[in-house]
């Protein structure tokens, strides 16, 4: 059986190429993508600027897409967890940006976590890994009720991780962004205060609303020099040390001033996909904040693709569109 997929075959490049569909092997599953999300952590790959997965050189032709929801087409003979029919999302799965993806449920190489959609809930608002992310960054990030919060970037997940602290009962939730659309997301989604860094004195602006105490925990989601820059500046010094909680993509080498770090000694929290130590939870509670409203991912997908427009997908994020919050290709 053939498929289509998006092949990256150079910097910037990308081909529709027609792909024998893979033999599957007794523990894996075959899903038939509807949904995939475009995702920053893909996009210096795509622009020829980062390395492979775990750190090896960048080689082309490479395949892209880990934000897949579907159908199980087919399972292995060893499979019993899920059937033909069954509408699932999951982390694990690669080369997403196709008609058709592969994950091995008893894969030990892989952050693996597969789980079915409930019934009623959209399958393209279940891009699996994006959410999965959010649920945990805020899970296990030590905000305490009644913080000070500092959530630097309205981004996609930015916001979801803002609906999160508003559900967690945060003191005051200050979220700062350039583009006024987000920024208005932001206060739809919890948000207290927000901020438009190109508009006010940001430390200013939280040092008056926090009266001096500056804030407990900074979420930084940007993925530049500037927002960890920025993250040093808003966060108290006071003991106990306040948290900073990387989340945003660094894909690119670049010089960082943490000379502010030094001083107030903060606990760093680093909290990308691998830290989960739970992945199937953080999934399930993800898909039931869907499920529940408190994700309104049909607000936050803004954009959609067809599988041949990939390219224009992932150029989406270089040059968002406007309004843009987030893509998905539909193969």
Known sequence: MKMKAAVVIGPRQIEIQELEVPVLAPTEILVR???CG???????????????????????PLRLGHEPAGVVEDVGDAVQAFKPGDRVTGVGFKKSFAEYAVIDLASKALVTAV????????????????????AGIVRYSQVKFGDYVFVAGCGFMGLLVIANLAARGAGAIIACD???????LAR???????LNARETA????????????????????????????????????????GIIVLYGYHAVPAVYDLSLWGPKAPIVLSLHPEHSPDQQRDLEIALQAIATGLY??????????PLDETGKGLDALVNPPPGYIKGIVVP
Not at 115 to 128: F, H, M, N, W, Y
């Open 33 to 35: 993508v509807t949904a």
């Open 38 to 60: 475009v995702c920053h952590s893909e996009l210096a790959r795509y622009l020829g600027q980062g390395t492979m997965w775990l750190g090896d050189p960048l080689t082309y």
């Open 115 to 134: 789980i079915k959609v409930p019934d009623g809930v959209p399958l393209e608002t279940c891009i699996s890994e994006p959410i999965k992310c959010c």
């Open 178 to 184: 350039v583009v006024p659309s987000r920024l208005q």
């Open 188 to 194: 739809e989604l919890g948000a207290t205060v927000t």
């Open 202 to 241: 940001v430390v200013e602006e939280v040092r008056a609303i926090t009266n001096g105490r500056m804030c407990d925990v900074v979420f930084e989601g940007i993925g530049n020099p500037a927002g960890v820059a920025l993250a040093g500046q808003v966060l108290r010094n006071s003991p106990p040390p």
């Open 296 to 305: 309104p991912l049909e607000k936050l997908i803004t954009h959609r693709f």
